[in-house]
């Protein structure tokens, strides 16, 4: 089979990792267009990652008009977004797009609605649902799971852009929301959400607006409990993305989604099963597009799980902005 033809819009850091992955995968994709407002950047894209062969464009409609392509990978940040999906979906191109896909609810299911009328593959970039240890507790007989919590914890300026919490969606919306996603991928669709958020520790910090200290608890209709708490005042260079669970049958501790330990609690003296991967989930969940592509097939986490994610993180935020719980449909 030719490699399916792929462009990249919006060449900043994560472009890197994917185009990496292209790469790697170069017997069943090539990268043949870069697309950034700044030339300088997709030129850059280009030549590192084609050796100067993807063409380079400044506006994603120039590019979808005049390339022969079958994948697009999004990477703009959360308020870049215009109507590049809707563009791409007439052009019958599947997509890899990178978390939140929106800023609203209303943005994120016109793209689901576009891109399901279109009948194209999605992917959003949840990549920690291709971890290995996570693959194995869902093949494990835990019963349900009764009580999640996760955090996540950094300490970085980041870009101009994710300070600005009109333009990122602050912490929650554009990090935390891949432990919600997991939350919700794990345990199911919360009914409610009350949620605490405040600035502590960059108040001084000029353009500084996102929250750098938030806690979220959720429940599901069950009565199960989700917990999860960030910061990014934490320990500088590190960035640590942990979860717990207490399942019916079993306790398990993530390190992260490739690295965890299993204590079954069903049975007196069973083994805990200890888990330590070392898998690529990028090049994982660009190996699930292709082969839904390939294939016909559903991908892990199509433009709809985005979507559901991006609700539950944005419900959290208008709790936190409210200081009143939300009850979500």
Known sequence: MKPLKTAILGCGGFAKRHAQVLQQLSSQVELVACC???????????????????QVFTHHSEMLESTDLDILIICL????????????????????MEKPIALSREKAWQMVEASEKAGIKT?????????????????LDSGPI?????????????????????KSGGQLVEQVIHMFDLMRYLMGEPCTVYAKQANLFHQQTPGYTAEDVSAT????????????????GAIPGQWIKDFRLVAQNLTAEFGDTNQAQFYFTAQ????????QSSRDLYLAQMQDLIQAIRTNGPTRTPLREG???????L???????????VRLA
């Open 36 to 54: 950034d407002r700044n030339a300088w950047k997709a030129q850059e894209l280009s030549a590192q990652y084609s050796a100067g062969q993807a």
């Open 77 to 96: 940040p959360p308020y870049g977004h215009t109507d590049e999906v809707e563009h791409a979906t007439r052009r019958g191109l599947h997509l890899l």
């Open 123 to 139: 992917q959003v970039g949840f990549m920690y649902r291709f971890g290995e240890a996570l693959e194995y507790l869902r093949t």
């Open 146 to 166: 009764g009580l999640f919590s996760a955090r996540y914890f950094c300490n970085a300026l980041h870009a101009p852009w994710w300070r600005d919490k009109e």
């Open 217 to 232: 608890i959720c429940t599901l209709p069950n009565g199960s409990i989700g917990v999860v708490y960030a910061s990014n």
């Open 268 to 275: 007196p003296g069973v083994p805990s099963q200890t888990i």
């Open 307 to 313: 979507a559901k994610s991006l609700e539950l993180a």
């Open 315 to 325: 419900a959290a935020r208008q709790s936190a902005e409210s200081g009143v719980e």
